[in-house]
């Protein structure tokens, strides 16, 4: 640390008898360093966590973004192959094999493209070739604040999935039209978030209505979650995306994950 100028001046005042001559320059030592720490207390205590509070209120949006950019290309899947994607493509003997999130790369931009050019379908998804694109999850697949916390440690666990049922938009292997929806595009979650799902984003696997909690950020973690703060974010099939509160109850939740369930939904 610099001195200031003349700060030396101030030392050369005489000493008592058989004072040492260091004393006052070791205490203005101590107080320099005592005052240095103080200092980085508190920018520890109030600038971290104001710095980590703005990159979590960053990431909330790109989340949103994220998810309903994911919707839409369901949707521009639905335009093209005059149905939803399946949740997986099955093999002969109906082992899954494809997620749908591979079958969406091309609608999703052009780095899903180019990995779904290269993405080969006579093999499974974590097959020799396959295997290799897992850390190439695009970032639309990934919420922004669970890369923040993770770095690169997952960067092959996607964080948006379906949830498969018979009831839901997600009948396992076959394809849904929009209009079999007959509870209303604009009530029925397409996407969901799930913070810690240990889902390979290559991997035809989601959540399953039959097992899933239906308390948002419940304590299993089997169940709609998010990384942020009292809520998830979900994709309807209509393009939207809205948050459900913790303290959503679990029928509602149910109901806005069947699409002919007949249940009647207003505020959520």
């Known amino acids: 640390m610099l001195v200031p100028d003349g700060l030396n001046t101030s030392l050369t005042t005489p000493y008592a008898a058989g004072e040492s001559r260091s004393f006052w320059p070791v205490r203005n030592s101590e107080w320099v360093g005592a005052t240095g720490l103080l200092v980085a207390c508190i920018f520890w205590i109030f600038c971290i966590p104001l710095g980590d509070s703005q990159e979590r209120k960053r990431a909330l949006p790109q989340c949103f973004k994220n998810i309903k950019q994911v919707a839409l290309a369901i949707a521009n899947y639905e335009s093209v192959h005059n149905s939803l994607p399946p949740a997986y493509v099955a093999d002969e003997h109906g082992r899954p094999m494809h997620s749908w999130r591979v079958l969406i790369l091309p609608h999703l931009s052009e780095q899903g493209q180019e990995i779904y050019d290269q993405y080969r379908f006579d093999e499974p998804w974590n097959g020799p070739n396959n295997a290799k694109l897992a850390l190439r999850c695009p970032d639309v697949y990934r919420c922004p604040e669970c890369v923040r916390q ?92 809205n948050s459900l509160s913790n303290s959503l109850n679990p029928e509602t939740v149910r109901a806005l994950l069947t699409r002919n369930g007949g249940e009647r939904v207003e505020d959520f």
């Open 150 to 241: 993770n770095g690169r440690a997952k960067a092959w666990m996607t964080n948006y999935v379906a949830v498969v049922g018979p009831e839901t938009a997600w009948p396992g292997e076959r394809a849904l039209k929009s209009r079999e929806m007959t509870d209303g595009t604009t009530t029925t979650i397409l996407v969901v978030e799930v913070a810690d799902s240990g889902i390979n984003w290559l991997e035809p696997r989601d959540l399953k209505l039959a097992d899933m909690m239906l308390t948002i950020n419940g304590p299993s973690g089997n169940c709609i979650s998010s990384a942020h703060t009292d809520c998830a974010r979900v994709g309807f099939a209509d393009g939207h995306v």
